[in-house]
């Protein structure tokens, strides 16, 4: 079981580019999210799933796209980077009603 | 959605009980109460949930307030490895416990 997993680690960009940040899990689990965390901050939700073809907006969704084609992946897409989005980005997944488990997190710098 | 409060940071003696406050005075009657820690540069993992009554696990004990205003996380005996952000949350959506509200959480320091 590699629990959730995310690509890249590390990311720098310049402003107005765009990618893709992948998370995957091998857990079966029908929940997934993304959060990102500026520093000393805590975590907010960006865009959750709960389930394959269903996706909904969390607290900042602005600048951000996702979709989840498997109950596997939900990757998560920067359309066009601004310094504002650097962050932490970290993805989650869990059952409905079960613990969430988060992979290590993307460092993604916009200069 | 209800909100918590935390001490911005708590200090402990390795070995020793660490007794970590939140108080959550607007919670709703479906809400869980949910603690999950982040060590350094890592993300945030799961350590205990409850909805009413007191709970325990391995990692560590929940202690609910009667009127449900308020919980505490109770490590039974600090290590090192304990030093972390302990964040308390509730569930906005009854009993899942997904679209979580993270706090600034309590840093926990643990004295060797």
């Known amino acids: 079981n590699a629990g959730v997993t995310q690509t890249p680690k590390f990311q720098v960009l310049k402003t107005g580019q765009s990618m893709t940040l992948q998370c995957a899990q091998d857990m079966n689990h029908e929940y997934m999210s993304w959060y990102r965390q500026d520093p000393g901050m805590g975590l907010r939700l960006i865009h959750y799933s709960v389930g394959a073809g269903i996706t909904d907006q969390g607290e900042v969704p602005n600048g951000y796209n996702v979709s989840r084609s498997t109950t596997e992946d939900f990757p998560l897409r920067l359309l066009s980077a601004a310094p504002s989005q650097t962050s932490v980005y970290f993805c989650?997944?869990?059952?409905?009603?079960?613990?969430?488990?988060f992979g290590p997190g993307t460092r993604l710098t916009v200069l | 959605d209800a909100k918590t409060t935390q001490p911005n940071s708590m200090e402990s003696n390795e070995e020793e009980p660490v007794h970590l406050p939140c108080n959550h005075s607007t919670i709703s009657g479906t809400d869980y109460i949910h603690w999950y820690r982040q060590l350094p540069s890592q993300g945030p993992e799961y350590v205990i949930h409850?909805?009413?009554s007191n709970v325990n696990n391995r990692m560590a004990s929940l202690a609910i307030a009667e009127d449900r205003k308020s919980s505490t996380l109770i490590l039974h005996r600090a290590t090192l490895r304990d030093a972390a952000v302990y964040y308390c949350?509730?569930?906005?959506?009854?009993?899942?416990?997904?679209?979580?509200?993270f706090g600034k959480g309590t840093l926990l320091t643990v004295n060797p």
């Open positions: 409850g909805l009413t």
């Open positions: 989650a997944s869990s059952y409905l009603r079960g613990e969430q488990f």
């Open positions: 949350i509730l569930s906005s959506s009854g009993g899942s416990n997904y679209k979580l509200t």
